[in-house]
């Protein structure tokens, strides 16, 4: 009896438990299909990221000796739709029992689901065997409770797993949460270490999404592609970001600098979001080298565990607890388009252009770059979150729904109306000052405070969404002292303002 068994592109879990057992009589299938390169618009680096992930996978099958079928996007038999491929393989392969492996999007769960229902054959639906979780393991953690705070499902997790504790069930240094130690400005006081990167040829695939007329945006440096798409690339990045980058990660965590677009982070995302690392592999391999040296210091490894320990797993909780209605949340009510210069990265604003050209340019920004520049501003103009979502589900390497939707438009445009932050992450062009150099190259001016000509547009915008929204954070007790600033400010300023607001949001092509 044959078996069919299916992996997703974002399912590229070398350990899992399939491929520990007998492969006789099992055909593994990948394929490439227009049905996910064209639910949205995607960033042409991210497409080839996971094209060359797929390909590298189904050769590491092929070299074990497992029989595959990959479909590139142009193979012949390739229809472009899971349901038509599947079914067409279980006909000519004579295939009685077909398997896959548990879709982290919801979307695709359905359709596979879908799929199955209509299988006149026996199937089987797999774990993916990636997360410490399950997909319904942080909705129960939080039954009967009125808040899903995640720094106590965090917590949970850190005892649970023994992470990072002490004796019985007491965090490693004395506190759970080392952030007020994370916020550091970079000016050089440091020297940041430069991978050499990994300079793949990806001409051949992006001439096979021209041929075949796939949409994509940004831009792509064909003969130097730098993303790891290999296990073994994988692992070269986690060294090296153990080695080189652990030392600081939690200090310039929050930092913005126009010289360095990836500070002291990991770029380990794409590798956790397509399964090549698992996160468990992760976190021991930073623990272990925190353990070897003498240098790296505890607020800095349990600044990066609360991320993917913390932060990730949580995420994919609220995912499966609020889906499919998640996806349509707009609790602010906001209507408005997003600027052309998302798409560009023309605009005057040096915070924006800087963080919208390290996007385009390589499919990548940083969590401030993503929550306090686009983010923010988007929130600020009271953009509608599905144009938000767009973008950003379209531009990162590592955006797939379940970690983009709910960074999106949960954290970051506050359009879940407080499920998973307390309040908005709004500001002014005071934090981004504090926390980069970009207004010191910034034709605004971020100590311009009114509206006046040539003050920060941020400023304005910050007041304004203030007042508009007021009646939605009357009973947020977390914006109880700036909403008394708003209360208090003189109404000239106010209208001044509100009136520099609103041609930002009506004029985004002149700024
Ligand atoms: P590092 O700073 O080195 O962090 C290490 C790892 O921690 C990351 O690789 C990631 O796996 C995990 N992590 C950190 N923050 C988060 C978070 N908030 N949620 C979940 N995991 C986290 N992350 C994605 O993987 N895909 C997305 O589509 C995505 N969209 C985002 C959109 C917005 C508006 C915001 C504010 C954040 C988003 N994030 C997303 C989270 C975070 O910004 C990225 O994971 C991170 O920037 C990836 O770069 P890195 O690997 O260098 O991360
Ligand atoms: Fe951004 Fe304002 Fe600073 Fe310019 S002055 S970089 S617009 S925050």
Redesign the pocket.
Known sequence: PKTLRFILGDQLNHKHSWFNGDQEHIIYHMAEMRQETDYVKHHIQKVCAFFLAMRGFNEWMNDRGWETVYYELDHKDNEQDLEKNIKNLIKEHDIEKFEYLAPDEWRLDKQLKDICDSLDIEWEGYDTEHFYTKRKDVEKFFEGKKRMTMEYFYRDMRKKHDILIEGDKEPEGGDWNYDKSNRQKWEHDTEIPHEKGFRKDVSDIVKLLEDEGVKTFGRIDEKNFNWPVTRSDALDVLNYFCENLLVHFGDY?DAMHTEEE?LY?????FT??SKLLSPKEVIEKVIEAYRDSKDIEISQVEG?VR??LG??EF?RGIYWKEMPDYQSKNELDNKNDLPDFYWTGETKMKCLSESINNSLDNA?A??IQ??MIT?NYALLTMTEPSYVDEW?LGV?I???EW??IT??RG??QFADGGIIATKPYVSSGSYINKMSNYCKNCEYSVSKKGGEDGACPFNSLYWNFLDEKKSHFENNQRMNMIMSNLKKMDSDKLKAHKKRAQDVIENPQNY
């Open positions: 965590q990836y982070h990991s770029r380990l995302s956790m979001n990066f991320q993917i932060w990730r995420m990548y940083h969590h993503r929550l983010g950003y990162y590592d955006a797939v970690v983009e960074n999106v954290m970051s």
